[in-house]
């Protein structure tokens, strides 16, 4: 096996272990036992589990943030926007469930990326710019953009979580649940909007 195919070989073994028992329940004695090689074999090719465990992080930030982005970048109604954004989720969840899983749990790496937190920032300054362009064309205050796409972001990131671990409905019915919550409460937003007096 080439040093490649060997470092590969790690990283599947590693994000399998890390999506099965988290990163403080996974050793290095096991990632080497189930790969089949010594310890010093991991630690020359990553210096140890933290290593590997961030560039594991790396690529599933870069895949689920290429598949959120791509959805957002489309020029589409805003609807559609919400659509593509709640399917990529979900979908991604559906390919990589053991990368959402490692993902989704705190990372314990000490960097301000690679958290699964840090990339939901990432998308909803994203949403948070579409949202605002829309807000102006509704004369509603595009300052308050950033709550409502913390909001968006949220509610479909915690959706996403929560049907990683149960799988049905099926993900375009949990994504047209996500739209219809999602779509009709921003079609109506109200210009200037207040809680009854208690």
Known sequence: MSARERREQLLTVGRALFAEKGFEGTSVEEIASRADVSKPVVYEHFGGKEGMYAVIVDREVENLLGALSGALSQRAHPRQLVERTALALLGYIEVS??????????????????????????????????????????????????????????????????????????????????????????????????????
């Open 97 to 198: 469930p053991d990368g959402f899983r490692i993902l989704s749990r705190d990372s314990p790496v000490a960097q301000a990326s690679g958290t699964f937190s840090s990339l939901l920032g990432d998308v909803s300054a994203q949403v948070e710019g579409l949202l605002a362009a829309q807000f102006v064309k509704r004369n509603l205050d595009p300052n308050v953009a950033q709550y409502y796409s913390q909001m968006l972001v949220g509610m479909v990131a915690l959706t996403g979580q929560h049907w990683a671990e149960v799988r049905e409905p099926s993900k375009q019915e949990v994504a047209a649940h996500l739209v219809n919550l999602a779509w009709n409460g921003l079609s109506r937003l109200e210009e200037q909007p207040t809680l009854p007096s208690s």
